[in-house]
């Protein structure tokens, strides 16, 4: 995950302390990456560790500050590739591929049915995405955000369409006709 | 009480004869509740638009029935399945909507107009729906110096400029960019909660089906599939 970078990323905008940069990182994902005060720590003593971060006492209280490696490493992760974790719906492409498995060995409509389904289950939740999308007040931040997961969805779709579509074009389905 | 508004009852169209046959609608049920916003989704030829083409009118079933606002339009003459179109129903295409030698004004007027409805009265009721629309502004200049999208805000407008039970739109997004053609279809789905009218969108777009109540799924001129109506109690129930 990249919340480091998030970190150095507020960082870079000036010295701030733990809790700062736990609702500021909040703030700036709208809302749906929620850190624990802990994870935020955490986190700062492993960037201190590597010296992307420095830390200095303010009143009792820790101050931390992006170093000029911490600036260096902060400008390299701008510019690489983003090495995404699976989103969890791959889930999504093993189970329409291995109902396809099965429709192909047994020759029966399975893997129809499930792209269909999987089709509809999507739909639904594009749908409720797009109702907290519209009554939402909120943030740029937050509407990129539901932004973002719209398209992931249409993606899906998208690539279920093809899957039907592939699959009615394969000699076993054609058979049925 | 709450009647379907469009009402499919083992629609069966098929065009061409013999071995050329095609069936584009293979026993369709679909019911639209009053103020449901239904978009329906599937393939290219799927049976979508001919589904819309039905429920316009504008085709004639070959089996089943199609009902609008409580009348089958089986039983109609000509007459009264052209007045049906002009006062129950209204259309927004991809494009290609408006007149281009009549203006912005002029356009939302037409069916007022063609309903006799006085001049001074049809321009105020034709300024009325397009500020419900969001177009204020250069209302006597014609259809091309509007951008796309503010096009299908003056075609959505002269569709409610009637009270209309039912609006039907296929791919009035099409030939947009995905912000206009959002806002675009935004507007549509607004247009139920406003106006009572129940909304049917034949659209290939996820994106833009997500604003519907119930997306309905075509395949083979058959519904495969639909997700469950966001719409309260109501006759939707009736389609499946």
């Known amino acids: 995950m990249a919340v480091r970078e998030g970190l150095l990323a507020l960082l870079h905008e000036g010295p701030r302390h733990g809790y700062q940069l736990k609702t500021e990182f909040e703030a700036a994902t709208g809302g749906v990456w929620p850190l624990n005060v802990g994870q935020v720590y955490t986190t700062l003593d492993r960037l201190e560790r590597d010296g992307l971060v420095g830390v200095s006492d303010n009143e009792g209280q820790k101050v931390y500050s992006i170093t000029v490696d911490g600036v260096s490493a902060l400008g390299a992760w701008w510019e690489a590739a983003p090495v995404d974790e699976p989103p969890p719906r791959d889930e999504l492409m093993l189970k329409v591929l291995m109902a396809i498995e099965r429709s192909t060995e047994r020759g029966?409509?399975?893997?129809?049915?499930?792209?269909?389904?999987?089709?509809?289950?999507?739909?639904?939740?594009?749908?409720?995405?797009?109702?907290?999308?519209?009554?939402?007040?909120?943030?740029?931040?937050?509407?990129?955000?539901?932004?973002?997961?719209?398209?992931?969805a249409e993606a899906d779709l998208r690539w279920l369409d093809l899957c039907e579509a592939q699959l009615n074009g394969t000699p076993t389905r054609k058979a049925r006709s | 009480m709450n009647d379907p508004v469009l009402e499919l009852v083992d629609v069966v169209k098929t065009?061409?004869?013999?071995?050329?046959?095609?069936?584009?609608?293979?026993?369709?049920?679909?019911?639209?509740?009053?103020?449901?916003?239904?978009?329906?989704?599937?393939?290219?030829?799927?049976?979508?638009?001919?589904?819309?083409?039905?429920?316009?009118?504008?085709?004639?079933?070959?089996?089943?029935?199609?009902?609008?606002?409580?009348?089958?339009?089986?039983?109609?003459?000509?007459?009264?399945?052209?007045?049906?179109?002009?006062?129950?129903?209204g259309y927004v295409f991809q494009r290609l909507n408006l007149l281009p030698s009549l203006t912005a004004l002029e356009n939302v007027a037409l069916p007022l107009k063609l309903e006799g409805v006085g001049r001074r009265e049809a321009s105020a009721r034709s300024l009325d729906a397009?500020?419900?629309?969001?177009?204020?502004?250069?209302?006597?200049?014609?259809?091309?110096?509007?951008?796309?999208?503010?096009?299908?805000?003056?075609?959505?407008?002269?569709?409610?400029?009637?009270?209309?039970?039912?609006?039907?739109?296929?791919?009035?997004?099409?030939?947009?960019?995905?912000?206009?053609?959002?806002?675009?279809?935004?507007?549509?789905?607004?247009?139920?909660?406003?106006?009572?009218?129940?909304?049917?969108l034949v659209t290939h777009e996820p994106r833009f089906a997500s604003w519907a109540d119930r997306v309905v799924f075509m395949r083979d001129g058959v519904v495969v599939d639909q997700t469950a109506s966001t719409v309260p109690v109501s006759a939707a129930g009736a389609a499946t």
């Open chain 2, 15 to 89: 065009f061409g004869k013999g071995s050329t046959e095609v069936r584009a609608l293979n026993g369709v049920d679909l019911a639209v509740s009053p103020a449901e916003f239904v978009a329906v989704m599937g393939p290219s030829g799927c049976g979508k638009s001919t589904l819309l083409h039905l429920a316009g009118g504008l085709e004639d079933v070959s089996s089943g029935r199609v009902r609008v606002a409580g009348r089958d339009i089986g039983d109609l003459d000509l007459a009264s399945r052209a007045a049906l179109r002009r006062t129950d129903v």
């Open chain 1, 108 to 152: 029966d409509a399975h893997a129809m049915s499930v792209i269909t389904h999987q089709r509809t289950v999507l739909h639904s939740m594009l749908q409720s995405k797009r109702r907290a999308r519209s009554v939402a007040t909120t943030s740029l931040a937050a509407r990129l955000v539901t932004d973002a997961l719209v398209v992931r």
């Open chain 2, 130 to 200: 397009l500020a419900a629309v969001g177009v204020t502004e250069q209302l006597s200049r014609y259809p091309d110096d509007f951008s796309g999208g503010q096009q299908q805000r003056i075609a959505i407008a002269r569709a409610i400029v009637v009270e209309r039970a039912l609006i039907l739109a296929d791919e009035p997004s099409g030939a947009l960019d995905t912000m206009t053609g959002d806002s675009v279809i935004e507007l549509l789905s607004s247009l139920p909660g406003r106006f009572g009218t129940a909304i049917v």
